[in-house]
């Protein structure tokens, strides 16, 4: 089993605790649902509610009954355990948990970086890469740049165009 990021939360939603929560999930409708458990760094949090607005959900959880305590909630990520088969890739998709720690290689630079974290953003993914003694470099994960994901070698070979390294 392997732990997962599907979702973080945003911000609160109304008076009585609900959050709205950011999807990081292919599979939204069964990892966001009543019932639900996910681990966070605050320990085990438990979905009561989940309704849909605009394409996030939002979430009532156990024992958060006011905007004060869902305050304190921003920023946190909502993890699940999943089976390790799960996250084999198909068709060119990759779950974040592959993609982290992988050595990033670029055609002409040489290695870059090892890949540190994903941020998700509307259009693609990018890929955050820590660099030795410099600031981490930001890859879009788009096939113009991503040639290859060898996860069993642990490589990512990347085409990287002229200064993107120096932004």
């Known amino acids: ?11 609160p939603h109304g008076l009585r605790g609900e959050v709205v929560v950011e999807v990081r999930t292919d599979d939204p409708e069964s990892r966001f649902r009543p019932g639900a458990e996910y681990s966070t760094k605050n ?8 309704r849909w607005h605009q ?11 006011d905007r004060n305590k869902s305050e304190t909630l921003r920023g946190i990520l909502l993890s699940v355990d999943i089976a390790d088969e799960e996250l084999e890739p ?19 630079a040489g290695e870059v970086g090892t890949v540190s974290r994903i941020d998700h953003g509307a259009a693609y993914e990018t890929l955050v890469v820590k660099r030795k003694g410099q600031t981490p470099a930001l890859i879009p994960f788009v096939a113009d740049m991503v040639e290859e994901v060898d996860a069993e070698a642990g490589v990512i070979k990347v085409d990287l165009p002229p200064g993107l390294l120096e932004l």
Not at 3 to 11: D, L, T
Request: net charge negative; aromatic share 4%; no cysteine.
């Open 43 to 50: 320990g085990p949090m438990k979905a009561v509610t989940v």
């Open 90 to 108: 198909e068709d060119d998709e990759f779950h974040d948990a592959l993609l982290i720690g992988l050595t990033v290689v670029d055609k002409e």
């Open 55 to 65: 394409g996030r959900p939002m979430i009532g959880f156990e024992g958060v009954t």
């Open 1 to 11: 089993m392997s732990q997962v990021v599907v979702g973080r939360i945003v911000r």
